[in-house]
């Protein structure tokens, strides 16, 4: 696999651009024909005098601040646009798999290649592919990908942004290859210094004949020293993709953890006959999560409290189209204040958050945007969320829905739990948590269908719901909402200024200090720091309720715990 970076020198018009009137026979033919789109989606569509942009690129942050468009949208037009790139490809490419990866689009988009249309995405938060396999032309012929963006309408109540604001990645993969995030690696604890890697792989091919293969997996420490390996063969048939599993034993690890981060380089290599086609690396930790409704929730073995912060893509200045180095400062000024935890409110974080979180140490609430089941929308979300992000230590839990009106209905609960499903289908190692801002009480709602119950605001409702459900693990999954000005001391509400001193806060919400006492003064609400030692226990890859008794020099009492990724 070749991966290259389409992030420079695209073409650029801010606006909609209307269709060509077209009447004759020939005309309607032909538009009707693969790689026949008329208008700016065409190849032959001059687009010379459009503005020359890089990507990340957020158009609506240039916009004039205007009171009409209001404050959710930073007082900023959003609208239409399109985007156009044009490249080569070599005639030694051929053959090969042409994947285009669109890290985020804000808005609906199409996506044309060379006059046809070969992909649509609904939402502005997930990472997506699409194939331009067959349509790629190569040598002296020039390709031309176009992205039409349709970000009038709000899928947030914040600032959104608008356009291709994360990075575009070109992959060129053999015919046989790995599939697309089609690598995961979950370590699974099994006694005290042992670990077991399963390899979840997947192969596909694209040819017209089967194939065997051998895949062969390495994992590396920070020396390059080899500690784990495994390798098996597979035969993929034509046009088909290929599910291979395996593992390996790994001795004493060093573990990662929120004090201590660290991290392994795994290698997989796809071979035919001797010889390499296909290779990925990646990194992946070794750590045990678990959550219990009495005492909250355990990272190696210690209880934890998630001292966390609710985060938005923006950035002063500009909008979402954010470097990934103003990112890693982010992230780096939350670790050094006291932050464990990050949540990404409320859509899919970028591939930059994740690997910061991996590399400083924060525990990731992985979000899903759209409450939705339809399979090209809210199910491919979800499958996109959960393959991208499945090995990476930070990511413990994925937010399945925020503060949805049918949360406490019928509607929630099936809606809840197709998500939940589509999830453990690609991983079953993490939590779900679904972030509820009403229906605790509903029999036939959302509020229980996850394995954590996530409670957004109704922090007067903490004791009442876990006397009525002392069986269910709880967390506040936002709870504060406080106002301040940076660098304020004293509020001037002629200036539209609060101070900074946590003294005002939106009606629903509450001051952090409040927050804050309310979660230390309740063990059951996502833990407090707690040396304990437990009999190590596995029960399976799948998430399970289990049972186990306590170390001899604490007690024996049984509690009900659920374990992921092994034991604790």
């Not at 190569?138 to 109540?157: F, P, Q, T």
């Not at 470097?323 to 935890?341: F, P």
């Amino acid at each position: 696999m070749r991966k290259f970076s389409l992030d420079k020198q695209w073409k650029f018009h801010n606006g909609d651009i209307p269709m060509p009137f077209i009447n004759t026979h020939s005309q309607t033919y032909m538009a009707a024909k693969a790689g026949g789109r008329v208008g700016a989606a065409s190849p032959y569509y001059d687009k010379t005098s459009w503005e020359t942009v890089d990507i990340p690129h957020d158009f609506a942050v240039a916009n004039e601040f205007e009171e009409k468009w209001g404050p959710s949208a930073g007082y900023k037009k959003r609208g239409k646009a399109y985007y156009s790139k044009r490249f080569r490809l070599s005639e030694e490419d051929k053959d090969k798999q042409i994947l285009i990866e669109f890290e985020g689009i804000t808005g609906e988009c199409i996506v044309y290649f060379n006059g046809s249309v070969i992909g649509r995405n609904f939402s502005g938060y997930n990472s997506f592919t699409v194939d331009g396999t067959d349509m790629a032309l190569y040598g002296d012929n020039i390709n031309d990908l176009v992205v039409y963006v349709d970000a009038s309408m709000a899928e947030g109540w914040w600032y959104e942004g608008a356009g291709i604001y994360r990075h575009v990645n070109l992959y060129i993969k053999n015919q046989t290859h790995f599939e697309h995030n089609g690598i995961f690696l979950e370590p699974v604890k099994k006694d005290v210094d042992v670990w077991e890697v399963y390899a979840h792989v997947s192969v596909e091919n694209i040819s017209t004949t089967d194939c065997d293969c051998e895949i062969e997996i390495k994992l590396y420490d920070n020396d390059e020293n080899v500690i784990g390996s495994c390798h098996s063969n597979v035969n993929v048939f034509s046009f088909d993709i290929s599910k291979c599993e395996m593992s390996f034993l790994v001795y004493s690890p060093r573990l990662w953890d929120i004090d201590e981060p660290n991290l392994y380089r795994a290698k997989a290599v796809l071979k035919v006959n001797g010889e390499e086609i296909d290779s990925e690396e990646f990194n992946i930790g070794f750590r045990t999560i678990a959550i219990d409704a009495q005492k909250g929730f355990f990272l190696n073995g210690r209880q934890v409290k998630l001292l966390g912060t609710c985060n938005h893509q923006d950035h002063a200045g500009v909008g979402v189209a954010v470097a990934d180095d103003v990112v890693d400062y982010r992230i780096r000024l939350l670790k050094e204040m006291g932050s464990n935890a990050y949540r990404a409110a409320h859509g899919m974080a970028s591939k930059s958050v994740i690997d910061a979180c991996d590399k400083y140490g924060l525990l990731v609430m992985d979000e899903n945007r759209q409450f939705n089941t339809a399979e090209t929308d809210g199910l491919k979300q979800v499958r996109e969320l959960v393959m991208r992000d499945r090995n990476h230590p930070s990511v413990i839990m994925y937010s399945l829905y925020n503060e949805e009106p049918t949360q406490g209905t019928y509607t929630g609960r099936k809606l809840a739990q197709r998500l939940r499903a589509e999830a453990e289908k690609y991983d079953g190692t993490r939590f779900t948590v679904g972030a509820n801002s009403d229906g605790l009480f509903s029999i036939d709602g959302a509020y229980d269908v996850c394995d954590f119950t996530g409670i957004n605001y109704q922090t007067h409702m903490y004791d009442e719901f876990h006397k009525k459900f002392p069986h269910l693990p709880v967390t506040g999954s936002e709870n504060c909402s406080a106002l301040m000005t940076r660098g304020c001391y004293k509020t001037d509400y002629s200036k539209n200024v609060i101070d900074m001193f946590d003294s005002e806060t939106v009606p629903w919400g509450d001051t952090y200090r409040d927050a804050w006492k309310l979660i230390n003064e309740r063990e059951n609400i996502a833990g407090r720091d707690e040396k304990r030692e437990f009999i190590l226990y596995r029960n399976g890859a799948k998430r399970s309720y289990i049972a186990f008794e306590q170390s001899e020099n604490i007690s024996h009492e049984r509690r009900e715990y659920i374990v992921i990724n092994g034991c604790i």
